[in-house]
T-cell receptor, first 116, second 114 residues
Framework: AQTVTQSQPEMSVQEAETVTLSCTYDTSESDYYLFWYKQPPSRQMILVIRQEAYKQQNATENRFSVNFQKAAKSFSLKISDSQLGDAAMYFCAYSGYQGGSEKLVFGKGTKLTVNP | DVKVTQSSRYLVKRTGEKVFLECVQDMDHENMFWYRQDPGLGLRLIYFSYDVKMKEKGDIPEGYSVSREKKERFSLILESASTNQTSMYLC?????????????FGPGTRLTVL
């Protein structure tokens, strides 16, 4: 079964600095998608960024970018110019075909604190 | 904007009670999901549905059932609530049957079973 590992339960960053959140995954598939979701305190989870495995180019959304290393099965999230509003739980997720239906598998999350 | 709403933000029930958690989405999405979120465990899929009256078990379906009578509404049912079902429950929806679509989440229901 596919698994997603986030090795950093908590991270902190100073406002305006850059932070990188780690994610590794395990799969034998070649066609899949990867996601980073953000869950602010007491607020709804939203998509930050997604990456198609067949694309070599790393996805970017404003201050958020990923470093996708397919051979190493690594998918890290870089947040540049961190803002107080970036404080949240961040979940890495994998989507592929498993067990006869397609499901999203989440990591356990990384809690990001942004210090003023 | 896609809107996913859940019937309650906070709910307190007693052991053995039958509990209904409701989720409604307003964007005509095909897929709907129920997850539970526990500290240190992330999100775990309970059940999902890719069409009206269709359902599939997720990773932790034991003790739960679901109902999808209308496309926009997906209910999670705890037949006989137990204390180990105390958790945050998140509903989500996505446009098509492929889970490679972005999922849109509701605000969550924090359920406490006493």
């Amino acid at each position: 079964a596919q698994t997603v590992t986030q090795s950093q339960p908590e991270m902190s960053v100073q406002e305006a600095e850059t932070v990188t959140l780690s994610c590794t995954y395990d799969t034998s598939e070649s066609d899949y998608y990867l996601f980073w979701y953000k869950q602010p305190p007491s607020r709804q989870m939203i998509l930050v960024i997604r990456q198609e495995a067949y694309k070599q180019q790393n996805a970017t959304e404003n201050r958020f970018s990923v470093n996708f290393q397919k051979a190493a099965k690594s998918f890290s999230l870089k947040i540049s110019d961190s803002q107080l509003g970036d404080a949240a739980m961040y979940f890495c997720a994998y989507s592929g075909y498993q067990g006869g239906s397609e499901k999203l598998v989440f990591g356990k999350g990384t809690k990001l604190t942004v210090n003023p | 904007d896609v809107k996913v709403t859940q019937s309650s933000r906070y709910l307190v029930k007693r052991t053995g009670e039958k509990v209904f958690l409701e989720c409604v989405q307003d964007m005509d999405h095909e897929n709907m999901f129920w997850y539970r979120q526990d500290p240190g465990l992330g999100l775990r899929l309970i059940y999902f549905s890719y069409d009206v009256k269709m359902k599939e078990k997720g990773d932790i379906p034991e003790g739960y059932s679901v109902s999808r009578e209308k496309k926009e509404r997906f209910s999670l049912i705890l037949e006989s609530a137990s204390t180990n079902q105390t958790s945050m429950y998140l509903c989500a929806s996505s446009p098509h049957q492929r889970s490679t679509d972005t999922q849109y989440f509701g605000p969550g229901t924090r359920l406490t079973v006493l």
